[in-house]
């Protein structure tokens, strides 16, 4: 569990600091849209997916996010997310969706809740279908959809 006095910190001095600024604005200007749902025309925040590598993160560890998809990264629904990035990290490295199946690491990641005593681990984490995505395509211009492809080649790496 995260105290309050870590929160803090992290909100008042990490999310201050120049390191971050600089690696923020980085990471917007490369990625340029919204992860989740490719919106350009607002707010991009950048989300930490875990908070293992804080002063030394780099493009796996964080996601590009609008305000409204941002909001729903933090909500109660998505906790098991964020267990299971930080699981990842820790057993496997930072770069351990370029050289494993995110669902043969997630049967491991129930495993060892079960053993941790979690009765009722998820089933599964919240994942879009190839399907979803290609009907979603069909409603961005050609240089969304290229924008789209590069997002999806570099998470399947």
């Known amino acids: 569990m995260i105290t309050n006095n870590w929160k803090e910190w992290y909100r008042t001095e990490y999310l201050n600091s120049d390191h971050w600024k600089k690696f923020r ?4 200007r490369e990625r340029n849209c919204c992860e989740e749902c490719f919106r350009e025309d607002c707010v991009l925040h950048v989300h930490h997916l875990h908070y293992c590598t804080l002063y030394r993160e780099d493009g796996y560890d964080v996601a590009v996010l ?13 906790q098991w997310e964020r267990r299971f990035e930080t699981w990842a990290f820790k057993i496997y490295g930072r770069y ?28 599964q984490l919240r994942e879009k279908e190839s399907h979803q995505l290609e009907t ?14 590069n997002n999806l080649q570099r998470s399947q790496q």
């Open 136 to 149: 979603e395509v069909r409603h961005f211009s050609s240089q969304d959809c290229q924008r789209l492809l």
């Open 25 to 28: 604005q980085k990471i917007i």
């Open 96 to 123: 351990w969706r370029k050289k494993l199946s995110s669902k043969s690491v997630f049967k491991h990641f129930r495993h060892w809740l079960r053993s941790k005593g979690y009765r009722n681990p998820p089933d």
């Open 66 to 78: 609008c305000t409204l998809c941002h909001k729903k990264a933090h909500s109660p629904k998505r």
